[in-house]
């Protein structure tokens, strides 16, 4: 099963960013050092904030949740995507990013079991 459920925005500040939404919505923030935090907003979608320069996307950054990440990879090669950003670990899972025929740059990842 594949389902998005994340967005990555770009951010000057992942702190303001967070704070702004905890203050506006009443969403909670999770601070993951000094440059990325997560905001859950309640819903079946969470936002992520990145504010290292060298990581960040250009574009929000969708991500696709599944439980087979190896699968996901093989699936998005064969249609035609290209890996942009090998698989890595991150608190929680591990994710991939991947560049579709049309030029979006999207994500897959997968929870740690």
Request: no cysteine.
């Amino acid at each position: 099963m594949y389902e998005i459920d994340f967005v990555e925005f770009p951010s000057s500040s992942a702190a303001d960013s967070s704070r702004f939404f905890e203050k506006a919505f009443g969403w909670t923030a999770t601070s993951y050092g000094p440059t990325y935090s997560d905001v859950q907003s309640g819903g079946a979608v969470s936002f992520g904030f990145q504010q290292d320069t060298a990581e960040q996307t250009a574009a929000p950054l969708v991500t696709i949740r599944t439980g087979d990440l190896d699968q996901a990879r093989g699936s998005v090669e064969a249609a035609g995507g290209v890996v942009t950003v090998e698989p890595f670990s991150f608190p929680g899972g591990r994710r991939f990013h991947f560049r579709e025929p049309g030029g979006a740059e999207l994500a897959v990842w997968s929870p740690d079991s």
